[in-house]
């Protein structure tokens, strides 16, 4: 079975400052891992992903994350928070068939002026 | 283009009462999701879709039935609502390939009294 962790459920920081979100998986074969953004009323918005290339993935909004196969993590950051930063963040996993995803339990980033 | 849209955006039910949550795409890919999302548990996925005619279980199908009767439209039914189902109901789908990138509904906010 495969699960996710997200290691904080609230995290703040100062706009400006460095955003580390962080993620571990667990899973019995090479996964597929992502991070999504949900801002307050909306659905969820795909911002990066890893499918077994490069390990350290960009994605959109100047975040990015890197694949650590040894520590089985995939932390989420981005040097300089932005006010508009602030939303809650999910990570999921999921096997080659992308026929189940599983979600972290979130974690909502406020950004302090 | 409107993606994922999803009907009703809130709906508040009585204990024992069914109704049935639509989702329809106008993207054309085969796989498509219902997630439930609670506070503090991430989303869990209800039930998925790999193609028109097929449905399988995710981690938490009990007390929902769904329908995939053609490719842009699956729904999702409460037979008998109970206030445990009270949560955000987002359905999803999954543009293939390379892409494997999951789209979201803006969700339907669902009470049961």
């Known amino acids: 079975a495969q699960s996710v962790t997200q290691l904080g459920s609230h995290v703040s920081v100062s706009e400006g400052a460095l955003v580390l979100l962080r993620c571990n998986y667990s899973?019995?074969?090479?996964?597929?891992l992502f991070w999504y953004v949900q801002y307050p009323n909306q659905g969820l918005q795909l911002l990066l992903k890893y499918t077994s290339a490069a390990t350290l993935v960009k994605g959109i909004n100047g975040f990015e994350a890197e694949f650590k196969k040894s520590e089985t993590s995939f932390h989420l950051t981005k040097p300089s928070a932005h006010m508009s930063d602030a939303a809650e963040y999910f990570c999921a996993v999921s096997k080659s068939n992308f026929n189940k995803f599983y979600f972290g339990s979130g974690t909502k980033l406020n950004v302090k002026p | 283009n409107a993606g994922v849209t999803q009907t009703p955006k809130f709906q508040v039910l009585k204990t024992g009462q069914s109704m049935t949550l639509q989702c329809a795409q106008d993207?054309?890919?085969?796989?498509m999701y219902w997630y439930r999302q609670d506070p503090g548990m991430g989303l869990r996925l209800i039930y998925y879709?790999?193609?028109?005619?097929?449905?399988d279980k995710g981690e938490v199908p009990n007390g929902y039935n769904v329908s995939r009767l053609n490719k842009r439209e699956f729904s999702l039914r409460l037979e008998s609502a109970a206030p445990s189902q009270t949560s955000v109901y987002f359905c999803a789908v999954l543009a293939g390939g390379s892409d494997n990138e999951q789209f979201f509904g803006p969700g339907t906010r669902l009470t049961v009294l």
């Open positions: 899973s019995s074969v090479p996964p597929y």
């Open positions: 993207m054309n890919h085969n796989s």
């Open positions: 879709s790999a193609s028109e005619g097929t449905t």
